[in-house]
């Protein structure tokens, strides 16, 4: 079993939909990130949360210490959010980094 | 600020070669990490440096090294090269730790025959 897992594995949503993408991890961690991939490969990183909720234009991020999960959210898809989102954390105290296997996420207008 | 660039952007070597790839991080910035992406394996961890110290290694063979130059620009090498290790290099750089955001380079793609 992965450190990190999420969910699903690949979303098509039709735009203006809510999106929920969620990720679930066994590790004891200090702090939790949300990454985008658009094809090409460059990653950008969208949240970086070690507790509650964080919001920026029409993503939200969540993350429950105590359960080990976290979610993303995106309000009112958009075809230019279709990209590959990951969510990654690194050790307790250690600076290394888990990845999950990402989302492909497919907007169609 | 100018952001984290990689050298050079695409490379072909052939099995048994070795290669040397480059990472300028973010002005002041004194974390660098180093990550592989296959296909098959995703994105996997490869190593951190801190003030030209490496602080953390994942699970790799011996073929992988890195070091950290105290203007914190960091390379990686791979020795003796396999078709496996073909995959897009990234780094990674923040102020202290993995622990904060994460800013990525474009990556260097390397491509083994």
């Known amino acids: 079993k992965n450190e990190v897992e999420q969910s699903p594995q690949n979303l098509t949503a039709q735009e203006g939909e809510f999106i929920t993408i969620n990720c679930s991890y066994s590790v004891g961690i200090s702090a939790l990130h949300w990454l985008q991939q658009h094809p090409g490969g460059g990653i950008v990183s969208l949240f970086m949360?070690?507790?509650g909720k964080k919001k920026h234009g029409r993503l939200i991020a969540t993350i429950n210490i105590q359960e080990k999960h976290s979610s993303l959210h995106i309000t009112a898809s958009h075809p230019r959010d279709s990209a590959v989102y990951i969510c990654a954390a690194p050790g307790g105290g250690i600076n290394d980094m888990r990845f999950g296997a990402g989302t492909r996420l497919t907007v169609k207008p | 600020k100018a952001g984290v660039t990689q050298t050079p952007r695409y490379l072909i070597k052939t099995r048994g070669q070795q290669v040397t790839l480059s990472c300028s991080p973010i002005s002041g910035h004194r974390s660098v990490s180093w990550y592989q992406q296959t296909p098959g394996q995703g994105l996997q961890f490869l190593f951190e440096?801190?003030?030209?110290?490496?602080?953390n290694k994942g699970n790799f063979p011996g073929r992988f090294s890195g070091r950290q130059f105290s203007n914190s620009r960091s390379e990686m090498n791979v020795s003796t090269l396999e078709l496996g290790d073909s995959a897009l290099y990234l780094c990674?750089?923040?102020?202290?730790?993995?622990?904060?955001?994460?800013?990525f380079g474009p990556g260097t793609r390397l491509l083994v025959l």
């Open positions: 440096y801190f003030s030209e110290t490496q602080r």
């Open positions: 990674a750089s923040s102020l202290q730790a993995t622990q904060e955001t994460q800013y």
């Open positions: 949360l070690s507790s």
